[in-house]
């Protein structure tokens, strides 16, 4: 079975500060793992996604993340956080082949604040 | 535009009463999720078609939920009896099934949000 923890239900840092946000998947065979972003009374927008070719994978808005297989992580960062950045994120893994029904298996989720 | 559309956004509806909501898919897309989110967690897989074909459905789904979709293009979720315990945002999804490395982008609505009173 496939599930992700992610660390710190809540993270508050001051703009232009470095964002980071923990996220650690378990699964029996090599997954994609997924963050998503959603703004209050809003649906899920994809951030980035991770299929296997590069472990540093770079998505929108200025967020990255890295595939670490020895640590199980997938944690999500930003050089510098911007005030519209305030929202919930969440990591999200789903299992691989023709045959996977692609499904996705989501954390907890992680708010977000972002100080002036 | 051209995303995965629901219908309604909010609903609000007396408990014991039956409820139904609408999504409308990207339109290539032949994989369809519906997933049930409460505030502070995160998103709850329900069930999964391919085409027309219900092929997974979560224990989550009890027999008061059903869900179609016929023809292969929008689905519907309906819940009988509704009960408080059913209030949360009920998003769906959709994706085109690929095997390669690509991977399965998945695509979500805006969510339908269900207060039960």
Redesign the interface.
């Known amino acids: 079975a496939q599930s992700v923890t992610q660390l710190g ?1 809540h993270v508050s840092v001051s703009e232009g500060a470095l964002v980071l946000l923990r996220c650690n998947y378990s699964s029996s065979v090599p997954p ?1 793992l ?1 963050w ?1 972003v959603q703004y209050p ?6 951030l980035l ?1 991770y ?3 590069a472990t540093l994978v770079k998505g929108i808005n200025g967020f990255e993340a890295e595939f670490k297989k020895s640590e199980t992580s997938f944690h999500l960062t930003k050089p510098s956080a911007h005030m519209s950045d305030a929202a919930e994120y ?1 990591c ?1 893994v ?1 299992g ?3 045959s ?10 992680t708010t977000l604040q972002v100080k002036p | 535009d051209t995303g ?1 559309s629901q219908d309604p956004r909010h609903k609000i509806t007396k408990r014991g009463q039956n409820v139904t909501f609408r999504c409308d898919p990207i339109s290539e897309h032949n ?1 369809l ?1 519906w997933y049930r989110q409460t505030l ?6 329900l069930t ?1 078609f ?1 085409n027309e074909a219900q ?2 459905k979560s224990r989550l789904l009890s027999d008061r939920f059903s869900a179609e979709r016929p023809k292969g293009s929008f689905s519907t979720l309906e819940i009988q009896r509704t009960e408080q315990g059913d209030s949360a945002m009920y ?1 769906c ?1 959709s ?1 085109l ?1 690929s ?1 390669g ?11 339908s ?1 269900l207060t039960v009173v």
Not at chain 2, 40 to 45: A, L, N, V
């Open positions: 239900s994609y997924f998503y009374n809003q649906g899920l927008q994809l996604k299929t296997s070719a969440f999200a789903s691989r082949g023709s996977n029904t692609g499904k996705l298996i989501f954390g907890q989720g | 995965v994989r999720y502070g967690q995160g998103p709850e897989f999964y391919q092929l997974e998003l999804a994706s099934a095997s490395a690509s991977g399965n982008t998945i695509y979500f609505g805006e969510g949000w």
